[in-house]
């Protein structure tokens, strides 16, 4: 590896850290959990029910359809923020995602929405592409693809930042669990064990820490 490469290299690994920084901030003091954890919640950042509205948007999915996620009520929602060409974190993230719903009953699992990180790149072929490789394609799922602009307006709502780099999209890896009543939940930043979906999805279901 040239000096050059290396430079770069540890730039970019200190860039990504500021960002997953940025994501954990985010998640935790923007609007407070309660005092005391939430029972049966995992993620990192968890709220009570009915105290943290999920930022509404519409954006079409990998076949031109328009998804809402209002139009979601009365199903909990997984939403992600995921590059389909990513060689990285991504494909991790994407594969915890599906060894977590594999536990879930196919009849309990939520929807999983994905917006896309890299409005350059992305395509409805690589966004099933990527579903497969991660073992996702089996799951009710919607990679959302749309315009730089139009994307920006739904990462700024849910602290998503994005910065395209030389041959790669650094992102923060923040996953959002929404209940049926299109509040937030819970908040998980990569890494994380694919129990902590199954656990915060039951919890999610059984109304634990409902006000």
């Not at 519409?58 to 076949?63: C, F, R, V, Y």
């Not at 990180?117 to 919607?142: H, I, K, N, Q």
């Amino acid at each position: 590896m040239s000096r050059a490469t290396a430079v770069l290299a540890v730039a970019a690994a200190a860039l990504l850290g500021v960002l997953l920084g940025l994501a954990v901030h985010g998640l935790t003091t923007k609007t407070p959990s309660p005092s005391g954890r939430l029972s049966g919640y995992r993620g990192q950042a968890i709220w009570p029910a009915g105290a943290r509205r999920a930022p509404d948007f519409a954006l079409p999915d990998q076949s031109g359809r328009r998804t809402e996620l209002a139009s979601l009520r009365g199903r909990s929602v997984i939403l992600a923020f995921l590059d389909s060409r990513c060689h990285e974190q991504c494909p991790l993230e994407g594969r915890a995602l599906a060894a977590g719903l594999r536990q879930v009953p196919p009849a309990a699992r939520p929807v999983l929405l994905v917006v896309s990180v890299d409005p350059w790149a992305d395509t409805p072929r690589s966004a099933r592409a990527a579903m497969r490789r991660w073992g996702l394609a089996g799951s009710s799922w919607r990679w959302l693809l749309a315009s730089r602009a139009r994307l920006a307006r739904v990462w700024r709502a849910y602290r998503i930042e994005v910065r395209r780099a030389r041959g790669d999209i650094l992102h923060t890896d923040a996953i959002y669990l929404i209940d049926g009543r299109g509040f937030e939940r819970a908040g998980v930043v990569y890494p994380f064990l694919p129990s902590w979906i199954v656990d915060d999805l039951k919890a999610m279901a059984a109304g634990a820490g409902s006000s």
